[in-house]
């Protein structure tokens, strides 16, 4: 039974090692972001690991699995983000923006639009969209958001004018699939800044 978990414990230690090192090599090649939204779960891997390696005494997978907890406990502390100050009571809302995941198979686009409308969001970033997912949303949503920019994969539509608009794509991928980032550059109030997808996950902004 020792034997056994001790085995265990030491290809947890390979896999979460091997994850852990794609997560930090994300910096050199993007594509392997990716990996970076399992931190939390190969954090707390880690620290189970921790405590198999303490039932079986042995110092050694004790001390590599200490190594490989505290590495990404620290990783996820890191990525934390900061919160902003709460608005004050009385202040108006100056932009609000909603990311939105359709996922390729969606086939609810009539809830999508409701949903999107019901927002009152300034401005809507959509990810993993396809042709037909935006010319339906197009024509739900025209008269809420009559700006626009992208066809499919992330696109931005806009209560305000887009002023510019570009893409990054990771070099040397065909165009189907290098496209990172949609940005366009609106003005709110006087106010010129760029929206950029592709977030991570959908989430509501005020």
């Known amino acids: ?27 050199i090649w993007p594509a392997l972001d990716i990996v970076n939204n399992g931190l939390l779960f190969v954090a707390a891997a880690a620290i189970a690991l921790l405590g198999l390696a303490a039932l079986v005494r042995d110092w050694r997978l004790v001390s590599g699995s200490a190594v490989l907890a505290a590495v990404n406990v620290m990783l996820v502390v890191a990525a934390l983000p900061s919160a902003a100050a709460p608005a004050a009571p009385d202040a108006s809302r100056f932009l ?44 739900a949503l025209q008269s809420r958001y009559p700006y626009s920019v992208g066809d499919w994969g992330i696109v931005i539509f806009s209560k305000h004018p887009i002023l510019a608009d570009g893409r990054v794509d990771r070099p040397g991928y065909p165009p189907w699939i290098s496209l990172m980032v949609r940005w366009a550059r609106i003005e709110v109030n006087g106010t010129k800044l760029d929206l950029a997808g592709h977030p991570p996950r959908p989430a509501v902004l005020s």
């Open 1 to 27: 039974m020792r034997a056994w978990l001790k085995g265990l414990i030491v290809a947890g230690l390979l896999a979460g090692a091997g994850l852990t090192l794609l997560g930090l090599l994300a910096r």
């Open 96 to 139: 609000r923006v909603v990311t939105f995941n359709l996922f390729q198979g969606n086939d609810h686009m009539a809830e999508v639009a409701k949903f999107l409308a019901g927002t009152d969001a300034a401005a809507v970033v959509l990810q993993e969209a396809t042709k037909p997912h935006i010319a339906t949303l197009r024509q």
